[in-house]
């Protein structure tokens, strides 16, 4: 079974600017979860989609928002980026009714 | 102040030495996880655990919801058990995770 997948690997943007992540996850599994990894802050939940649905959000501005489609791959995007969404973004799969959750490799994210 | 503690943040070990991280949470959970990350960012989920002890090789994980504090043991300790081991507590759907503790096995 393949692993959850994410694109772009890297990525290079400018303040201001708005990105989009990807993130595929294991298939059957219908839980997608999105968290940001940053040297100061380490790992902090960004939101967590199910069944294409919002199901939690975490402690973030509105510029990062998320959706998930019907065959739950999910996409989250980031407006007006600034230097400090900087950060390795990954996503994580689960099973409905599971707390194992699989990771991604993440998207690495810097903002100039 | 963080729901979840980890201790040590850096550990240092001999190759084949008992290692030993903590983990001490504040809220009520639904599951405690150890996860694993290397160098360049993979993250392994390596035991969900809910209450008692697991194992995996030379892995061991217990914890202690009374205590509310889990640890994970590495024995026989080897360099390719060098990197970051995180602690992250389920509740309510959201994950809180600690800070990670570095660990370098030294040849």
């Known amino acids: 079974k393949a692993g959850v997948t994410q694109t772009p690997r890297y990525l290079i943007k400018t303040r201001g600017q708005q990105v989009t992540l990807s993130c595929s996850p294991i298939?059957?599994?219908?839980?997608v979860s999105w968290y940001q990894q940053t040297p100061g802050q380490g790992l902090q939940f960004l939101f967590e989609?199910?069944?294409?649905?919002?199901?939690n959000k975490g402690n973030f501005p509105g510029r990062f928002s998320g959706r998930q489609f019907s065959n739950s791959r999910s996409e989250m995007n980031v407006s007006t980026l600034e230097l400090g969404d900087s950060a390795l973004y990954l996503c994580?799969?689960?099973?409905?009714?599971?707390?194992?959750?699989?990771f991604g490799p993440g998207t690495r994210l810097t903002v100039l | 102040k963080n729901e979840v503690e980890q201790s040590p943040q850096n550990l240092t070990a001999q190759e084949g030495e008992f290692i030993t991280i903590n983990c001490s949470y504040s809220?009520?959970?639904?599951?405690l996880h150890w996860l694993q990350q290397h160098p360049g960012g993979g993250i392994v989920s390596l035991f969900m655990?809910?209450?008692g002890k697991k194992k995996h090789g030379r892995l061991i994980a217990t914890i202690n919801i009374q205590e509310k504090h889990s640890s994970l043991h590495i024995t026989a300790s080897h360099p390719r058990d060098s990197a970051v081991y995180i602690c992250?507590?389920?509740?309510?759907?959201?994950?809180?995770f600690g800070t990670g503790t570095s660990l370098t096995v030294i040849p």
């Open positions: 994580a799969s689960r099973r409905g009714g599971s707390d194992t959750q699989y």
């Open positions: 298939s059957g599994h219908r839980s």
């Open positions: 809220v009520g959970i639904s599951a």
């Open positions: 655990l809910s209450s």
């Open positions: 989609y199910f069944s294409e649905t919002q199901r």
């Open positions: 992250a507590v389920g509740r309510d759907n959201q994950f809180y």
